[in-house]
């Protein structure tokens, strides 16, 4: 959508699939990072963004065991927005969208699922899609896969996936928010579990961690056995959970971290996680994905107008935003492995490791963790100019 918008802004004639009618889907995650904010800046729309409904964090903090550990203050970041807003993501779409739309030359196509690519003489040159109306050919000087982490591009085209492994997996379900609770996003670890808490205003997005292939066994311990942990690890949330009832009320989410050696091939690109699937870790993987589509409109707006788009630029998209997704992969790696794989795992009550509480310690520290979650490594920058309408 970022990408679509961007390039109908500059004037290149774009068509947005997305295969669904809407996009309410719950397993999005929610948190627009300093990074996407500050994009939002320069395209002169913070302040219509910041009129839909949302909630700001300022400072990151979680519970492992008896320690709470003060992770990330973001309050110190040089960027116009020192905090993380937390937005339902089928509003930012929907802002984005609503945005695109001002430009002749957006064209979104709901529930139009892309199903194959279209191959001419060694090039993708379009894709073939269903509709409610029958099936379609779209032809297209570039394809651009954003299909996330179950990519149908990145599996027609045959690329090759390095899969880098996650030790979890997430029940995703929601209880009401009450005006007494803390409007902070939460996270909680103990031993065999974590729960994760997102505000959504008037309810709380609830991620319990499961170790990755586990949920049979969750299950076969029974439902209440399910909500005692979720009420051990959140109390307060002991006056409504009836509200979940059963196993219905709870979806199971899976989590992979993975990337493509290579992103690209004539006619075609793949960015976000359709190129590099990211873990929930840091709540970096929207932001992530914006980024790439920021540096591909860059790099891409100026030859599609002018129908030449190499492979070489593609190469150029990739290349540009391989190293912050490298180091950013690395991070969530050394977290699911050094911390979260040993509390999943274990029977004991967790402590922090020892480094950890020096963030207690020397807030100072927790500016570090706030510039690579909240800005990541090289923030990409709006440089395509807006065409004029
Ligand atoms: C459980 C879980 C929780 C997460 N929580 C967070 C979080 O809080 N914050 C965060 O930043 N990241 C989070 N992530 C990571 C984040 O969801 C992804 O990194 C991010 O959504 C990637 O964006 P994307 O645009 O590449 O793909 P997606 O967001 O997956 O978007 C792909 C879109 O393409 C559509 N689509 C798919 N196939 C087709 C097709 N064939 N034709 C047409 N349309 C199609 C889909 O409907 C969807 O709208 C989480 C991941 C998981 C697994």
Redesign the pocket.
Same mark, same amino acid.
């Given at each position: 959508?970022?990408l679509g918008f961007l390039l109908a802004r500059a004037g290149v004639k774009v068509a947005v699939?997305?295969?669904?009618a809407d996009?309410l889907?719950d397993?999005?995650?929610?948190?627009i990072?300093p990074s996407t904010l500050e994009l939002m800046v320069q395209l002169g729309l913070i302040d219509d963004f910041l009129k839909l409904p949302h909630s700001q964090v300022q400072r990151l903090s979680g519970q492992v065991g008896a320690t709470t550990i003060h992770l990330a203050d973001f309050s110190h970041l040089p960027t116009h927005c020192k905090f993380i807003a937390l937005m339902p993501?089928w509003d930012f779409?929907d802002f984005l969208a609503a945005h695109g739309k001002k430009y002749p030359t957006f064209d979104l196509h709901m529930r139009?699922?892309?199903?194959d690519l279209i191959e001419e003489g060694g090039r993708v040159v379009g894709v073939k +899609?269903k509709t409610p109306d029958g099936d379609l050919d779209i032809r297209a000087d570039l394809v651009v896969g954003? #299909?996330?982490?179950?990519?149908?591009?990145r599996e027609r085209a045959g690329f090759a996936v390095e899969s880098l492994g996650a030790p979890m997996d997430?029940l995703?379900f929601r209880a009401s928010r009450h005006d007494a609770d803390s409007a902070e996003a939460f996270g909680h670890m103990e031993a065999g579990v974590m729960l994760v808490m997102?505000n959504r205003n008037d309810y709380w997005q609830c991620?319990y961690v499961i170790p990755k292939g586990g949920y049979e066994a969750i299950k076969a311990k029974g439902f209440q056995a399910f909500i005692d942990n979720v009420l051990f690890m959140s109390p307060f949330l002991r006056n409504r959970i009836g509200e979940v009832k059963g196993w219905d009320d709870v979806k199971l989410?899976?989590?992979?971290v993975d990337r493509l050696p290579r992103w690209h091939k004539p006619g075609l690109l793949l960015?976000?996680? +359709?190129?590099h699937?990211?873990?929930?870790i840091?709540?970096?993987?929207?932001?992530?994905?914006?980024q #790439?589509a920021v540096a591909a409109a860059n790099i891409l707006a100026a030859p599609l107008k002018q129908g030449r788009v190499t492979e070489a630029l593609l190469a150029e998209v990739q290349a540009r935003r391989t190293m912050p997704m490298r180091v950013i992969q690395w991070l969530q790696l050394q977290i699911q492995n050094r911390v979260l794989s040993p509390v999943l795992g274990g029977t004991t009550r967790p402590k922090p490791p020892a480094a950890a509480k020096l963030f207690n310690l020397f807030p100072v520290l927790q500016r570090i963790p706030a510039r690579i979650i909240g800005l990541g490594v090289r923030p990409e920058h709006i440089e395509t100019p807006e065409a004029p309408r």
């Open positions: 959508m970022m699939l997305e295969k669904h996009f889907r397993f999005r995650g929610d948190t990072h993501q779409l139009t699922e892309a199903t +899609a954003c #299909d996330g982490r179950h990519s149908t591009m997430i995703w997102l991620a989410l899976t989590v992979a960015i976000g996680d +359709a190129a699937a990211m873990s929930p840091g709540g970096v993987g929207i932001n992530l994905a914006i #790439d």
